[in-house]
Structure formats: C-alpha cells, structure tokens
C-alpha cells in the first residue's frame, strides 16, 4: 500500500492528496503533527532529511519528497487523466503557474519561516499577518494576471480539466483565506477554486476531511 506522511494543514501535502485522488490511487496516510515538531524526529528525518513532509513511500518501496516531484511521479505512472497537457508550451505554462504558487508564494509563508519571524526575529502578530498578507497578494496578483491573459483559459488553470496548476492553487488560497487575506481582487483565482473544490478530488483532500484534522480547522472566510 502506498502511505503517505502528512499533515493536515501542510499545502505541500495536500497538494500531494489531491494529486493521488485525481489518479485514483489508494493510499494510507501517516500522521506528521508539524506543530509538536513531529517533523523533526529521527524516523521522519531518515524519510526526508529536510525534515518536512510530504513524503511518499510507493506501492514499489521508494521513498519520495517534494510535492511537485511526487505530483509529477504520479503522472508519469498514473497516466490519466493527465495533470500537464500534451503540447510543450501547454506545460510550461502550467508548471509555471504551480511554480509561482510553490516556489514564490509558499516558501516564504509557510510554517517554519512564521514561526523564525515571531521566535527568532521578535516580529508581533500583526507584524506576521502583513508579512503573510503582502506575499499572497503580491503573488496572486502576477497570478491573476497570468489566469486572465486569455491563454488556455477555461474552466481551470489551464483548459477544462485540473492540471498540476490547479493542484497548487487550491491549497494557497485555503491558507489566504485562514490568514483572511482579502481575495476580491482576484476573480479568476476565486472562480477557478470554486470549480476545484466542486470536484470530489478536491474536497476528499482538503485538511478538514483529514483523519488528524483538529476540530477547530475549518478556514475563516
């Protein structure tokens, strides 16, 4: 059986949990808890040195990391349906878009980098939230840009079926809208969510449908 490390509310490992359900895979989910620091303990530090999760132990025994890695493992195993589209400038504009989200959204607004500007550089609550706040909306900002542009627009990201695009989008905008960041400028972005989470891949994979969600995880909106 496949397992995957997790944590209910890392956008790296719901990305990963969206990805599994588009393809159909079954797999079993091992609790990471970030919070305790879980993240860093010996067995989970032999799966992914970085200490971070997702990591995913295949059906076949190999151990992976990186959700974008992994996204694109299963896509090249689990051939349909496809999370990148046949044409070469099709995926690269796909993989740009997931890039933008994975490689200069979340990097500097994930857990670890909030809890070093409270605990190491002395930064307030209020401090934090307009740090979180100005990287979303500089981000969804390009985004919104690149979503209205009018090239492989549709119903997602890119055409009529969820790409890898729509797989890192889905869980940026969950956090924004927990740190109530202000998405009415971002219309596309909002139609293209709400288009993702009609779908059961989506909503299975959202981190209150986890088995370690706390009772308290539902966003504020």
């Not at 895979?25 to 305790?36: C, F, G, P, T």
């Not at 055409?159 to 869980?171: E, Q």
């Amino acid at each position: 059986m496949t397992t995957l490390y997790s944590y209910f509310r890392s956008s790296a490992a719901y990305r990963v949990r969206i990805a599994l359900n588009l393809k159909g895979v079954e797999y079993d989910q091992a609790s990471i808890n970030l919070v305790k620091g879980e993240q860093r303990e010996t067995a989970n530090l032999r799966r992914n040195p970085q200490g971070l999760v997702p990591s995913l132990v295949t059906d076949q025994g190999d151990t992976l990391t990186q959700s974008l890695a992994i996204c694109e493992y299963l896509d090249e195993r689990y051939p349909r349906p496809a999370l990148l589209p046949e044409d070469a400038p099709g995926r690269a504009r796909v993989r740009a878009l997931a890039q933008l989200i994975a490689c200069e959204i979340h990097p500097l607004n994930n857990l670890r980098v909030l809890k070093y500007l409270v605990r190491e550089l002395g930064v307030d609550e209020d401090g934090k939230l307009d740090w979180y706040r100005h990287w979303v909306a500089e981000g969804f900002s390009a985004l919104e840009a690149m979503l209205s542009g009018g090239t492989g627009g549709g119903d997602f990201c890119h055409g009529d079926a969820p790409t890898l695009a729509d797989i890192c989008l889905v869980p940026q905008v969950y956090n924004a809208e927990r740190f109530a960041c202000d998405l009415t400028p971002y219309p596309a972005i909002r139609r293209i969510t709400a288009n993702c989470r009609a779908l059961a891949a989506f909503a299975q994979a959202a981190p209150e449908a986890q088995p370690d969600a706390a009772p308290s995880s539902t966003p504020r909106r």
